[in-house]
């Protein structure tokens, strides 16, 4: 039984790019979240995505954005790329919500240049 | 923002002895979940305490919650090496629509 997977591992970008990850959750779960950890911080939520649609955002601008698909897996955009976007990035599943114990992916450290 | 804050924010004990870890939160809540987190790893979850609940054990762990003080406890017993890692508490604040907060974190190192 396959956990939360996260692609890429790592990435470098330069700033003002545009970047995608990817996230497929644990079986059996239809909630995804995904979460920004800077170095020495705690994780900070992004949103959380549920059949398909944003349901929750946390303080993040515009240019973070997200999507889930029918088999539930999610993607994390990021557009015009700043140096202070460098983090590792964190996707959780959960089943209906966060009231459940979330099951993180390893994450995919992002670093711009 | 970030509503939980552990404390202390770094603990380091011989492998054997117990070790504690503080929380205080903000905002009313409808749980309180504590997370590992190994260098560079995705976070763990541990247990959750519901609001309504003042104390909650799974194995080595034992986690307090007193809502009047708003504040959460975790204690590990028996320590090992591998308990070595980042501890988290999360809280999910009612009413609240920005998902799980989670505070800075304690870096817990168990001396062999």
């Known amino acids: 039984d396959a956990g939360v997977t996260q692609s890429p591992t790592h990435l470098i970008k330069t700033r003002g790019q545009q970047v995608t990850l990817r996230c497929s959750p644990k079986?059996?779960?239809?909630?995804v979240s995904w979460y920004q950890q800077a170095l020495g911080q705690g994780p900070q939520f992004i949103f959380q995505y549920y059949e398909e649609e944003e349901r929750q955002r946390g303080n993040f601008p515009d240019r973070f954005s997200g999507h889930q698909f029918p088999n539930y897996s999610s993607e994390l955009n990021v557009n015009a790329l700043l140096l202070g976007d460098s983090a590792l990035y964190l996707c959780?599943?959960?089943?209906?919500?966060?009231?459940?114990?979330?099951?993180f992916g390893n994450g995919t450290r992002l670093t711009v240049t | 923002s970030q509503q939980g804050e552990e404390d202390p924010q770094a603990l380091s004990i011989q492998e054997g002895e117990n070790a504690t870890m503080n929380c205080s939160y903000k905002?009313?809540?409808?749980?309180l979940q504590w997370y590992r987190q190994n260098s560079g790893r995705g976070l763990v979850h541990l247990i959750l305490?519901?609001?309504?609940?003042r104390e909650k054990h799974s194995g080595r762990l034992r986690v307090t919650l007193d809502t009047s003080k708003k504040s959460s406890s975790l204690l590990i017993t028996a320590s090992r090496a591998a308990d070595t890692a980042s501890y988290f508490c999360?809280?999910?604040?009612?009413?609240?629509?920005?998902?799980?907060?989670f505070g800075k974190g304690t870096h817990l190192i168990i001396q062999p």
């Open positions: 905002t009313s809540i409808n749980n």
């Open positions: 999360a809280t999910d604040a009612r009413g609240g629509a920005d998902g799980l907060t």
């Open positions: 079986s059996g779960h239809d909630t």
């Open positions: 305490i519901r609001s309504n609940e």
């Open positions: 959780a599943s959960s089943l209906e919500g966060i009231r459940s114990p979330l099951h």
